[in-house]
């Protein structure tokens, strides 16, 4: 269904009959039209002028003659305005091409193998060990899940790997402060909250005792000799941590291929370093190890410090080869907040110095801060909120509102799952991921206007709608989608695939976001204007397989972005 292409090559053919020998061929057509920003002006136009040179005649002179010549099933209409060619797609045509596309493909409609044979590793959530999920995880979360998704519908093998913070002096800290003041009862029972306290405690009583700080080197050096007693623990802590953290990415729906966090590439540091020195790109700076980057106008990157220790940097860098070594990707997308801008073009530099061609294939897909209702998130300053905690409450709140306006349905608490956290979902993915997010309660709870259940709720009636239809075998008869609302909707789902194409060349979920919204906004105004169960069987026919399309193209735009569509609510 290329109307383009079709367009492109009915004009290709009058071009030569009109100007027999012209240099012009549906490929060069092809990438004049344009589409014009207002639907009165057609669906595509072809500005002549672009045709002046070749065919040495006046735009006009061009777009009369090809008007004249122009006819075709396919176009309601053509039109020469002011060396402008407008081609109106037969809105019947239009429809029953858009129509059939959509139903034949159901629930792969918008999909694609142009991925098949390439593999995109994608970086994203990378929670850090003994800190509590928070909102301020929620774009990395949410965004690499839906780009997650739509990679795999363009047929690309996936890895999804969360790249756990689970290395570092802090967890010596944690360990010492464990030893001394906690016990393994309340840890279980308390789970992260337990293992902040106490790390606070020790930050705390550390000012008055510096002794503390030996003693939390002393564990993080057990941890790297592999102690086992200092292992257990730290595993320990690892594992409460991710248990903690399982239960948010259940509700989210979210999952990960592999769990490979900083630690794992402890033993994979060494060669990246040995290859960095051979080729000379590791320099000594006052002890420490460092590529300089200022030719690049960057500060230089840090692999390892004076006392010997590795860093960030050096795992990424140990990481990003592990991943090319073992998944051989063609992309390798980071999802993490602009604040660490910098890190990743040292990090994509270096590896460009380095001569790893194949390294081209990163991208970082930055996002901006979530601040609360106008501060900065601080855990210290308890001005934050906790990611299980609101999507508790938006949970609850959807339950109130079905208790209150179907209290018979099935599944109630289900659906009360489904659309409480869709509301917080799509309220993340809303707007273009590097705008700042200021979080509310408010706005993220509210269910009306733009918002996921809003979507959802348009799907759920839908649904109805098809439910109370049942089957209709009438032939549909497409003129009767020719009027504005139909046509609408139609445009819309007509340009899905597109809009896939670009959410993935842009890593913009936001792109199918909103493109659900539109759809659900479009649909609704003509369930409003037009009566689907018509009389007329064809036209009831015609409606109802509109409705359809609809249905599952707003199902799979909320599919993709993480969002569930019950099919009641
Ligand atoms: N854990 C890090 C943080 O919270 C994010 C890690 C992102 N991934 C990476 N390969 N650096 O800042």
């Known amino acids: 269904m290329d109307f383009k292409a079709e367009i492109a090559s009915i004009a290709a053919k009058a071009a030569l009959e009109c100007f027999p020998g012209a240099a012009v061929d549906e490929a060069s057509l092809s990438g004049m039209l344009e589409t014009p920003p207002d639907p009165a002006m057609g669906d595509f136009a072809l500005p002549c002028f672009k045709l002046s040179k070749v065919l040495r005649k006046a735009p006009p002179q061009i777009s009369d003659a090809l008007a004249a010549k122009i006819s ?3 176009l309601s209409k053509v039109e020469s305005v002011k060396g402008y060619l407008n081609f109106f797609v037969s809105p ?28 995109v590793v994608i970086d994203y959530s990378s929670i850090n060990i003994a800190k509590r999920f928070h909102i301020g995880h929620l774009s990395t979360t949410m965004i690499g899940n839906a780009l997650y998704n739509m990679y795999k519908f363009l047929g690309y093998h996936v890895v999804g790997v969360n790249h756990l913070g689970d290395w570092g002096t802090q967890f010596g800290k944690m360990i010492a402060a464990y030893k001394r003041w906690g016990d393994e009862e309340t840890v279980r029972k308390g789970g992260v909250d337990e293992m902040v306290k106490l790390y606070v405690r020790f930050n705390t009583e550390a000012k008055s005792n510096p002794a503390l700080e030996d003693e939390g080197r002393a564990w993080f050096k057990k941890i790297e000799d592999s102690d086992g007693e200092a292992l257990k623990i730290f595993n320990w802590f690892k594992e409460v941590t991710l248990k903690d953290a399982e239960r948010v990415y259940d509700m989210l729906g979210v999952k ?6 900083e630690s794992f590439y402890i033993d994979k540091m060494q060669p990246v370093l040995d290859e960095l020195k051979e080729k000379g790109l590791l320099v000594e700076d006052q002890g420490a190890q460092i590529v300089k980057l200022d030719e690049y106008g960057m500060p230089p990157a840090m692999f390892l410090r004076s006392d010997g220790a590795t860093l960030y940097m050096t795992r990424d860098l140990a990481a990003v080869k592990y991943r090319h070594d073992t998944y051989d990707f063609a992309k390798c997308l980071y999802v993490v907040a602009y604040q660490q801008d910098l890190h990743f073009k040292q990090l994509f530099k270096v590896c460009e110095l380095l001569g790893w061609d194949w390294a081209k294939g990163c991208e970082h897909v930055n996002f901006g801060m979530v601040s609360y209702e106008g501060q900065a998130l601080s855990t210290r300053e308890g001005h934050i909120v906790y990611l299980d905690e609101l999507l508790t409450q938006a949970v609850e709140k959807a339950a109130e509102i079905i208790e209150e306006k179907s209290p018979s349905l099935e599944n109630k608490d289900l659906v009360a799952r489904q659309i409480g956290i869709g509301a917080v979902v799509f309220f993340t993915l809303f707007n273009g991921r ?7 309660w408010e706005r993220a709870l509210n269910f009306d206007g733009e918002t996921g259940p809003y979507v959802m709720y348009t799907h759920a009636r839908l649904c109805s709608v098809l439910r109370k239809a049942g089957e209709c075998d009438a032939q549909p008869d497409y003129s009767a989608l020719s009027d504005p609302e139909a046509q609408a909707v139609l445009r819309l789902i007509e340009s899905f695939p597109q809009q896939i194409a670009l959410a993935v060349s842009k890593s913009e979920p936001s792109v199918i976001t909103r493109f659900g919204c539109e759809l659900a906004k479009a649909v609704n105004k003509f369930y409003y204007e037009r009566r689907i169960l018509d009389d007329d069987m064809g036209a009831r026919a015609a409606r109802l397989a509109l409705t359809k399309a609809a249905r599952q193209t707003i199902a799979t735009a909320l599919k993709l972005i993480g969002i569930a569509a019950p099919e009641k609510m």
Do not use: N
Request: charged share 30%; hydrophobic share 35%; aromatic share 12%.
């Open 92 to 119: 019947d045509m239009f429809a029953r091409t858009v129509v059939e596309a959509a139903l034949s493909r159901k629930d792969r409609f918008g999909s694609s193998d142009e991925g098949a044979g390439k593999t």
């Open 434 to 440: 590097i705008k700042d997010i200021d979080f509310s």
């Open 256 to 261: 990960f291929d592999s769990y490979a966090g």
């Open 72 to 74: 075709s099933p396919l």
